[in-house]
């Protein structure tokens, strides 16, 4: 794919950003809103991009020293077909990313595999971890407990032996309904939306390395009881926003997140399905703002 084939907004969005390098390989990234203002790192899904966050972008940017990539793997960054997708790899790229930035704390937003991504940065907080400091996580709908999780059928065959198949056979027709079933039924995608993700996806022949990002959730289960953990016994504030029409991880998870997490902070979508800040950004939007402002009353983080 070359990149003037891009849709308007996602050209925009690349154009944009910056490539840094990480183990040799290139990393897309992008860095907005005044500096000095607190670090908030958004940490995207599977199987898109940081482009996700599009729509939230420009209202948190007024407020925020945003911070995002595409993590390796996704999106305009490097997808090598040979590397060793580990969500702890995923972590010590965003640290990477946000030592190489300057910044010693920070908050993160995300979404999906990249909530996995965060509860191993959050995991990391204890103890003696050199990296930096995190304050704050906010949660998007995700596979936080490998018991809730409810993968599509495409994502089961992706994981299975038949995956390396399934990603050749890999189809826009097939990619679209796929997306339309876990969106909500009021909510669902534009075109324009559909071949960005189609784009994100192709970049650098994307399909070729998605039986081994999905390993993902192999590792879900592997590492429940420090992923898990690390929500349970949380010393800092977290939040859950969750749309209760993903047939993925809607309401069934919200309801064990309850279960599960102390004092649990949970803003639960109606109608809303598995892509919230695409499908319903203005409530996102109020829901993590209406977060910080609470937790951080009287504070300059």
């Not at 958004?42 to 020293?65: C, K, N």
């Not at 999106?75 to 702890?88: E, M, Q, T, V, W």
């Not at 390395?209 to 690390?230: C, F, K, N, T």
């Not at 649990?264 to 598995?274: R, S």
Request: net charge neutral; glycine share 8%.
């Amino acid at each position: 794919m070359t990149l003037f084939a891009l849709p308007a907004d996602l050209r925009a969005w690349h154009d944009a950003g910056r490539y840094f390098a990480y183990k040799g390989y290139s990393i897309y990234s992008r860095v907005d809103g005044p500096a000095g203002a607190p670090a908030l790192l958004l940490i995207h899904g599977f199987p898109t991009a940081s482009w996700d966050w599009a729509g939230v972008w420009a209202a948190l940017a007024q407020r925020y020293r945003l911070y995002t990539l595409d993590l390796i793997g996704f999106g305009f960054s490097a997808k090598p077909l040979h590397y060793d997708y580990r969500i702890a790899d995923q972590a010590d790229l965003c640290e990477a990313f946000l030592r190489m930035e300057g910044v010693a704390e920070y908050h993160v937003l995300a979404h999906d595999y990249g909530d996995t991504v965060a509860q191993e940065l959050l995991a990391r907080q204890s103890g003696a971890h050199k990296g930096p400091k995190l304050r704050s996580v906010a949660l998007l709908n995700g596979g936080l407990f490998p018991e809730t999780h409810r993968p599509l059928f495409a994502q089961r065959l992706l994981a299975s032996v038949a995956g390396p198949m399934v990603a050749r056979l890999n189809s826009r027709r097939g990619f679209e309904h796929n997306l339309r079933v876990i969106f909500g039924p009021d909510t669902q995608p534009s075109t324009m939306l559909l071949d960005s993700f189609w784009e994100l996806l192709q970049t650098h022949e994307g399909a070729r390395v998605l039986p081994r990002l999905i390993r993902y959730m192999d590792e879900r289960r592997q590492h429940r009881s420090r992923w898990v953990g690390a929500l349970a016994d949380a010393t800092i504030p977290l939040k859950l926003i969750d749309g209760v029409a993903d047939p993925i991880s809607g309401a069934h998870m919200a309801a064990r997140y309850r279960e599960l997490v102390p004092y649990p902070d949970v803003t639960e979508l109606a109608g809303i399905g598995h892509y919230p800040q695409c499908e319903a950004p203005r409530a996102v939007l109020d829901a993590y703002l209406a977060f910080r402002d609470l937790r951080t009353r009287g504070s300059s983080a």
